[in-house]
């Protein structure tokens, strides 16, 4: 019975090859571009979860209640660790921080590697299996060090690490190191990330710190007891802060912050580990957020349902060729599930072979796809995940829809009518122009979606950011160098070149560089008994003339002045702040030292546009070390110049960590997701629209094949090409105009909130819905015509004929 089944749906499909073909590609494309998109999904949604404890990890946060509004930050100071444990005695706690990028050196090689700080807790907390060495306690003793496979590898070859001495150089000067246990790479798809990992009270300012309440420099990791959820804990955490944090609450308090609804201006709040990657909140997450791989979800769905649509509009539209077969088979005594069983083999036959045909298109544009959409999908990674159970869910729904809803429909007329091949049709065009309404709504809201994104993503690049990024090279300077001194060689070696007009330094970067770093610092103080915080940034001479910075007052930091090292620079936000239009002169106090105010400069956006401009203070200190040189050049022939200056710097550094870059380069970097958004709306518009108009290609086949008698009638009577193309495009258009305007709601509320956002956005414009729906219309009566304009020109003889 079954083989009798399989041979008929072959023949079947063989004698109908168009449809087949039409269905069979349509359907690999969606499945090739639902295996693609959902692999990123879940890769995205797999971060964190191999975790053993992952439902009882959290890390902790600050929550102020400030006059401004919230301010959330993940930093934490060194004595909270210790008195939490006291105070929670069945609580794990681990602090988390770094070296930053250090110099290891083993038998005078040197090596540059990231060194993590952790209490010895955080092996208890974390599902990052020790390889060697010392299994129960890896940081036994102060000096003990763990190393990563990879790392062990790099360093010692073959041979076996434990026990080995390695140097790290920690604030300038070497200090030894015994490694006590090798442990596993983290995985790619994990949030936090190691080489070498150290005991806590090895941080390079742990001494100054470990008693300093206001001193915070980072991140915090819990484990609660079994029995205790994130809320409790929460509650249980308002009298810790009380008794802890007493002086800040009342600065809150004195400065107008505004309590929450439990009355607190204080909170110590906790983020579970599972949300690490998408909070925006966690130090951990890098632009990420879980919208994306959730649109990634449904935009595959999306596009699996429009090939779906077409091969049940096909089906259905077949109804004339297949009612003669079905009638045959009923009034031979096959029952409806027989004649069901008979479609869905055929459907399952497509279904099969497109999926196939997916699965290789997948293969061989899963390279340039990671590239293309800056993927790095492990598919290790996806082992244990809901990819296959998706996968199979998918196919079946896709196989017994397909197949299963035109069975029912035909074998549902009576015998009469199907074998005489009348079929009254009203009730399976009414279906068929339903879901084609539903294709079109859905390509018509990726089309306005990807005009606003791409309207938004040129926005963010080509806003003034109140500095000059053009021009700019930005050079990271590493740690293996001292960074005062790399600057006055620089400084040196670039007077004499004619290409550079200014060099000056600083410890923050302007977007996101090679090195892939992106930071700020913040830090308060009391002025005249209000609470001030702001923004703090290390800067050099010449620093507001090499990003162009326009003072408002007041003058720029001069080596002609001895004290300036005593001297800030503050932006129009902090003047605001201290009460003053013109804040030139002002002196205030941080940590016992006076700083004046020398110069005010007009605002300008030092973080990413997501931001408002926030307040801040730039200030000269020789204690606070330089991170980054930048280097003005003259806009004639800027490739030359950056080969000219790199060279420079591999001399100065030829241990250099990461290569300089264009600063107008490192700001567009600040924006990836927002590219990736981009990239993905473009792709989605495009696949929606191209299986969409297979699927109206062969409506329009079908439609045109039903009313060849009335289209040769017409032509004798007169009816010129353009009235018979007009005829039978008319009632599709209508269908893609009501879609149009159904997707334009939808498109706005989706776009509208993900503009929310960002601080500084687009407007969303009447002329994206009509221009969209112009697209949409233009698309498909193309489509249609292909087909309208033939039927148009043929002979009226033969069509009459033919009847």
């Given at each position: 019975m079954?083989?009798?089944?399989?041979?008929?749906?072959?023949?079947?499909?063989?004698?109908?090859?168009?449809?087949?073909?039409?269905?069979?590609?349509?359907?690999?494309?969606?499945f090739?571009?639902?295996?693609?998109?959902?692999?990123?999904?879940?890769?995205?949604?797999?971060?964190?979860?191999?975790?053993?404890?992952?439902?009882?990890?959290?890390?902790?946060?600050?929550?102020?209640?400030?006059?401004?509004?919230?301010?959330?930050?993940?930093?934490?100071?060194?004595?909270?660790t210790?008195?939490?444990k006291?105070?929670?005695?069945?609580l794990l706690a681990?602090?988390?921080?770094?070296f930053?990028?250090?110099?290891?050196?083993?038998?005078?090689?040197?090596?540059?590697?990231?060194?993590?700080?952790?209490?010895?807790?955080?092996?208890?907390?974390?599902?990052?299996?020790?390889?060697?060495g010392n299994?129960?306690e890896?940081?036994?003793?102060?000096?003990?060090?763990?190393v990563?496979?990879?790392?062990?590898?790099?360093?010692?070859?073959r041979a076996?690490?434990?026990?080995?001495?390695?140097?790290?150089?920690?604030n300038?000067?070497?200090?030894?190191?015994?490694?006590?246990?090798?442990?596993?790479?983290?995985?790619?798809?994990?949030?936090?990330?190691?080489?070498?990992i150290?005991?806590?009270?090895?941080?390079?300012?742990?001494?100054?710190?470990?008693?300093?309440?206001?001193?915070?420099?980072?991140?915090?990791?819990?484990?609660?007891?079994?029995?205790?959820?994130?809320?409790?804990?929460?509650?249980?955490?308002?009298?810790?802060?009380?008794?802890?944090?007493?002086?800040?609450?009342?600065?809150?308090?004195?400065?107008g912050?505004?309590?929450?609804?439990?009355g607190?201006?204080?909170?110590?709040?906790?983020?579970?580990?599972?949300d690490?990657h998408?909070?925006?909140?966690s130090?951990?997450?890098n632009?990420?957020s879980?919208?994306?791989?959730?649109?990634l979800?449904?935009?595959?769905?999306?596009i699996?349902?429009?090939?779906?649509?077409?091969?049940?509009?096909?089906?259905?539209g077949?109804?004339?060729?297949?009612?003669?077969e079905?009638?045959?088979?009923?009034?031979?005594?096959?029952?409806?599930?027989?004649?069901?069983?008979?479609?869905?083999?055929?459907?399952?036959i497509?279904?099969?072979v497109?999926?196939?045909?997916?699965?290789?298109?997948?293969?061989?544009?899963?390279?340039?796809?990671?590239v293309?959409?800056?993927?790095p999908?492990?598919?290790?990674?996806?082992?244990?995940?809901w990819?296959?159970?998706?996968?199979?869910?998918g196919?079946?729904?896709?196989?017994?829809?397909?197949?299963?809803?035109p069975?029912?429909?035909?074998?549902?007329?009576k015998?009469?009518?199907?074998?005489?091949?009348?079929l009254?049709?009203?009730?399976?065009?009414?279906?068929?122009?339903?879901?084609?309404?539903?294709?079109?709504?859905?390509?018509?809201?990726?089309?306005?979606?990807?005009?606003?994104?791409?309207?938004?993503?040129?926005?963010?690049?080509?806003?003034s950011?109140?500095?000059?990024?053009?021009?700019?090279?930005?050079?990271?300077?590493?740690?293996?160098?001292?960074?005062q001194?790399?600057?006055?060689?620089?400084?040196?070696?670039?007077?004499?070149?004619?290409?550079?007009?200014?060099?000056?330094?600083?410890?923050m970067?302007?977007?996101?560089?090679?090195?892939?770093?992106?930071?700020t610092?913040?830090?308060?103080f009391?002025?005249?008994?209000?609470?001030?915080?702001?923004?703090?940034?290390?800067i050099?001479?010449?620093?507001?003339?090499?990003?162009?910075?326009q003072?408002v007052?007041?003058?720029?930091?001069?080596?002609?002045?001895?004290?300036?090292?005593?001297?800030?620079?503050?932006n129009?936000?902090?003047?605001?702040?201290?009460?003053?239009?013109?804040?030139?002169?002002?002196?205030?106090t941080?940590?016992?030292?006076k700083?004046?105010?020398?110069?005010?400069?007009?605002?300008?956006?030092?973080?990413?546009?997501?931001?408002?401009?926030?307040?801040?203070?730039?200030?000269?200190?020789?204690q606070?070390?330089?991170?980054?040189?930048?280097?003005?050049?003259?806009?004639?022939?800027?490739?030359?110049?950056?080969?000219?200056?790199?060279?420079?710097?591999k001399?100065?550094?030829?241990?250099?960590?990461s290569?300089?870059?264009?600063?107008?380069e490192?700001?567009?970097?600040?924006?990836?997701k927002?590219?990736?958004?981009?990239?993905?709306?473009?792709?989605?518009?495009?696949?929606?629209?191209?299986?969409?108009c297979?699927?109206?290609f062969?409506?329009?086949?079908?439609?045109?094949?039903?009313?060849?008698?009335?289209?040769?009638?017409?032509?004798?009577?007169g009816?010129?090409?353009?009235?018979?193309?007009g005829?039978?495009?008319?009632?599709?258009?209508?269908l893609?105009?009501?879609?149009a305007?159904?997707?334009?709601?939808?498109?706005w509320?989706s776009?509208n909130?993900?503009l929310q956002?960002?601080?500084?956005?687009?407007?969303?414009?009447?002329?994206?819905?009509?221009?969209?729906?112009?697209?949409?219309?233009?698309?498909?009566?193309?489509t249609?015509?292909?087909?309208?304009?033939?039927?148009?020109?043929?002979?009226p003889?033969?069509?009459?004929?033919?009847?």
């Open positions: 079954i083989k009798n089944y399989i041979k008929i749906a072959w023949r079947n499909l063989v004698k109908h090859k168009i449809f087949a073909s039409i269905n069979i590609i349509g359907m690999a494309v969606a090739g571009a639902v295996i693609l998109l959902s692999m990123t999904a879940f890769y995205e949604l797999s971060y964190d979860g191999f975790h053993q404890n992952k439902n009882s990890v959290y890390q902790l946060y600050r929550e102020e209640h400030t006059p401004a509004g919230n301010d959330n930050n993940t930093s934490v100071s060194a004595p909270l210790p008195a939490l006291n105070a929670f005695p069945d681990s602090g988390f921080g770094d930053g990028g250090t110099v290891i050196r083993y038998q005078n090689k040197e090596f540059n590697y990231t060194v993590r700080t952790v209490d010895p807790d955080f092996f208890k907390m974390f599902t990052f299996p020790i390889i060697k299994h129960a890896p940081l036994k003793n102060l000096n003990d060090i763990v990563s496979k990879t790392i062990a590898e790099n360093i010692f070859g076996d690490a434990i026990g080995k001495l390695i140097q790290v150089k920690v300038n000067e070497w200090k030894n190191f015994t490694i006590s246990s090798v442990i596993s790479d983290a995985p790619k798809n994990s949030s936090v990330d190691y080489d070498l150290v005991r806590f009270e090895q941080s390079p300012n742990y001494a100054e710190g470990k008693n300093d309440w206001d001193m915070s420099d980072h991140i915090l990791f819990l484990q609660l007891p079994n029995q205790v959820s994130q809320a409790q804990f929460e509650k249980k955490l308002i009298k810790f802060v009380h008794q802890y944090r007493a002086s800040t609450i009342t600065i809150l308090k004195n400065n912050g505004h309590a929450d609804s439990d607190e201006y204080y909170r110590l709040r906790l983020i579970p580990l599972t690490w998408f909070n925006s909140i130090s951990m997450n632009g990420a879980k919208f994306y791989p959730y649109l979800l449904v935009i595959s769905v999306f699996l349902f429009i090939a779906t649509v077409n091969f049940i509009n096909l089906s259905l077949r109804a004339f060729t297949r009612a003669k079905v009638g045959v088979r009923k009034v031979l005594g096959a029952s409806k599930i027989q004649i069901l069983v008979q479609f869905c083999t055929e459907s399952v497509i279904c099969t497109s999926l196939l045909m997916g699965i290789l298109l997948a293969y061989l544009l899963f390279p340039q796809y990671k293309i959409f800056n993927q999908i492990m598919l290790s990674a996806l082992s244990g995940s990819l296959p159970f998706y996968f199979i869910v196919f079946i729904a896709v196989a017994l829809l397909a197949g299963g809803y069975a029912i429909m035909l074998s549902s007329y015998i009469a009518q199907t074998v005489k091949g009348k009254s049709t009203g009730k399976s065009n009414n279906m068929r122009n339903s879901l084609m309404v539903v294709q079109f709504v859905i390509s018509s809201v990726l089309i306005i979606c990807t005009t606003i994104a791409w309207q938004q993503l040129n926005f963010l690049r080509t806003k950011l109140g500095y000059n990024k053009s021009q700019v090279i930005s050079i990271p300077i590493g740690s293996n160098i001292d960074p001194r790399a600057l006055e060689l620089m400084r040196v070696k670039l007077a004499a070149n004619p290409r550079v007009e200014s060099v000056t330094g600083t410890d970067n302007m977007g996101r560089g090679r090195d892939n770093s992106a930071s610092s913040q830090m308060a009391e002025f005249k008994g209000k609470h001030i915080k702001t923004h703090w940034r290390r050099d001479y010449d620093y507001l003339k090499t990003l162009q910075l003072l007052s007041g003058r720029d930091f001069s080596r002609t002045y001895g004290t300036d090292t005593a001297s800030v620079l503050i129009q936000k902090m003047a605001e702040l201290l009460g003053k239009k013109d804040a030139a002169g002002t002196v205030f941080v940590d016992n030292k700083l004046q105010v020398v110069g005010v400069v007009k605002d300008f956006n030092f973080q990413s546009l997501r931001k408002q401009i926030e307040p801040l203070t730039m200030l000269i200190q020789p606070w070390s330089i991170s980054y040189i930048f280097v003005r050049v003259k806009p004639e022939d800027m490739p030359a110049s950056m080969a000219s200056i790199a060279a420079m710097w001399q100065v550094n030829p241990k250099a960590e290569d300089p870059s264009f600063l107008d490192n700001t567009e970097r600040q924006y990836q927002e590219g990736r958004l981009s990239k993905i709306f473009i792709s989605g518009a495009v696949l929606t629209i191209i299986i969409s297979m699927g109206l062969a409506i329009a086949v079908l439609v045109i094949s039903q009313r060849t008698k009335e289209i040769g009638i017409r032509k004798v009577l009816a010129d090409v353009s009235s018979i193309v005829l039978i495009s008319k009632d599709f258009m209508k893609i105009l009501i879609s305007v159904i997707a334009s709601p939808i498109a509320y776009m909130s993900w956002d960002f601080a500084y956005h687009i407007n969303i414009h009447w002329w994206v819905f009509v221009l969209s729906g112009g697209i949409a219309v233009l698309i498909a009566f193309v249609i015509s292909f087909q309208s304009v033939k039927a148009a020109l043929a002979n003889v033969r069509s009459l004929k033919s009847e």
